[in-house]
């Protein structure tokens, strides 16, 4: 038996809306004990003999007792912050509903017991969290003999509760509406990527898409060198380059120390090994405080500094991005991220202000610029004398 008890996903906001679900469910509960019983219950919950366009919503908050809701409630608090945070309090709870209702749908159409509870909608919750954060870390608590304690990535937790709930379906072992949690799951997981092929909500290069699109580019590059492409388009395809007509200079001891990091910087990145990218990127810069990954790859490293919550050297990361690429496309975006770490979490508010005010003109007119004026603002409050 295993059970997820936290994740690493950072927050950039108070989650208030899932916050105010966990609330709302407790108390339906304890209301449920003492008034909603017999028949009362009864008209609540999904009855697929019985079917009222209500109980699609009144039965997700619905629970069995005590365990059922703790255990609902754990899940929704694990996964459900990081979702509201990116999907905000409207968006979150609109995806919470539709959720259950589809999560009802399934369970109507393979069964005829009732069914109550917020998994289904939880359900759609995590399959949402994992499109979103497929590489965050769950601690997972595991009871095998002895108790212990493991980190593993969000996709592999909540794509093996997916693949149980697949297989106990259909195997009629138990007596829980399985199908109604793998139904939420695949609409949070359709959803979000619909989401973000739409650019409705923003790309992260951590997201399920931004590891696909990295995954078939390198598999794009092996095919072409397995094939002998040239590169450098001269003549005689597949044809290895002639030898040079000159002895190359000698490299140096700390020009080969520097390559011989970059080499294995890009490496880790590739397999996605980003706590040894991090460890080796301070060393690279450590040897020369000049030196810049290609954009896309000091940009991710960068945005995974912040998500490990390491913000001096997310800010340092990101400072030499827009110095070595001040034309980058998310040149505003990044400004706006550094605004926020010097603000929020290095209380640097002199450095905050410059960047969220190039964000704020640079993004007039969209969320994004909103929310720096309203950090602006905010530091303008708190530090008069900064701004």
Not at 76 to 95: P, T
Not at 130 to 155: C, D, N
Not at 334 to 355: K, N, P, S
Request: include cysteine.
């Amino acid at each position: 038996m295993f059970f997820p008890i936290r994740t690493d996903a950072p927050l950039q906001k108070t989650p208030w809306m899932n916050y105010a679900l966990i609330v709302t469910n407790v108390l339906i509960f304890l209301l449920q004990q003492k008034y909603l019983v017999g028949p009362r219950v009864q008209n609540l919950l999904l009855d697929p003999g019985a079917l009222h366009l209500t109980s699609f919503f009144t039965y997700q908050f619905l629970h069995a007792g005590v365990m059922h809701l703790v255990g609902n409630m754990l899940f929704l608090y694990i996964f459900g912050n990081n979702v509201n945070d990116r999907l905000g309090h409207v968006g979150y709870l609109a995806f919470y509903l539709s959720g259950g209702v589809i999560a009802g749908l399934g369970h109507v159409l393979v069964s005829t017991s009732p069914v109550l509870g917020a998994s289904g909608s939880i359900s759609a919750v995590t399959g949402a969290f994992l499109v979103l954060y497929p590489v965050s870390r769950v601690t997972v608590i595991y009871v095998f003999y002895l108790i212990g304690a493991i980190e593993v990535p969000s996709i592999v937790v909540i794509g093996l509760f997916f693949i149980m709930d697949v297989v106990l379906n259909f195997t009629g072992s138990s007596q829980v509406a399985h199908m109604a949690h793998a139904a939420g799951t695949v609409f949070g997981v359709t959803l979000m990527f619909v989401l973000l092929l739409t650019r409705l909500l923003q790309r992260d290069h951590f997201d399920l898409l931004g590891l696909i699109s990295r995954w078939l580019r390198r598999r794009r590059f092996r095919a072409q060198v397995a094939q002998g492409y040239d590169f450098f388009g001269s003549p005689g395809r597949g044809q290895p380059p002639p030898p040079p007509k000159f002895d190359p200079e000698p490299v140096s001891a700390q020009s080969q120390r520097v390559m011989d990091l970059r080499a294995a910087i890009y490496e880790a990145m590739n397999e996605q090994r980003m706590d040894q990218a991090i460890t080796l990127y301070a060393q690279l810069k450590a040897a020369d405080p000049d030196q810049c990954l290609p954009q896309t790859r000091q940009y991710d490293l960068a945005t995974w500094l912040g998500h490990e919550q390491r913000y001096a050297q997310a800010s340092e990361a990101y400072e030499t991005l827009l110095k070595v690429y001040p034309h980058v496309s998310d040149a505003a975006q990044v400004h706006y991220m550094l605004g926020l770490i010097y603000a929020r979490h290095l209380q640097q508010y002199q450095r905050a202000t410059e960047h969220l005010r190039i964000a704020a003109e640079r993004l007039s007119g969209t969320s994004i610029g909103e929310q720096a004026q309203r950090e602006l603002a905010q530091i303008d409050q708190l530090n008069p004398g900064q701004s």
